[in-house]
């Protein structure tokens, strides 16, 4: 049974930083690419950033390109996104998933979420 477990949410004022974990289980990480997610009240989820499964970024969106980061750890099968210069526009569930080899786009599995509030 595939298991994404986030971490690291939290409340913090703009100008802030947070990083949040994703452990997962049940999968050969590293042969996964990564991705993290986010969906604020009444907006459709989005993709913030991408890691390829050997630790290359393959995408930032361009909301968050030079404040956040995007890495893992195969050895520890987590994935982390670095959250820095945070404003209140970041406010979000933030969700890991795992990409399904092979394939482009198609995050076959999802972590439960996180909770990010950025107060002005």
């Known amino acids: 049974q595939v298991q994404l477990v986030e971490s690291g949410g939290g409340l913090v004022q703009a100008g802030g930083s947070l990083r949040l974990s994703c452990v997962a289980s049940g999968l050969t990480f590293s042969s996964y690419a990564m991705g993290w997610f986010r969906q604020a009240p009444g907006k459709e989820r989005e993709l913030v950033a991408q890691?390829?499964?050997?630790?290359?970024?393959?995408y930032d969106a361009d909301s968050v390109k030079g404040r956040f980061t995007i890495s893992r750890d195969n050895a520890k099968n987590t994935v982390y996104l670095q959250m820095n210069s945070l404003k209140p526009e970041d406010t979000a569930v933030y969700y890991c998933?795992?990409?399904?080899?092979?394939?482009?786009?198609?995050?076959?599995?999802w972590g439960q979420g996180t909770q990010v509030t950025v107060s002005s």
């Open positions: 998933a795992a990409n399904s080899p092979g394939y482009v786009m198609k995050y076959d599995y």
């Open positions: 890691i390829g499964w050997s630790g290359e970024r393959t």
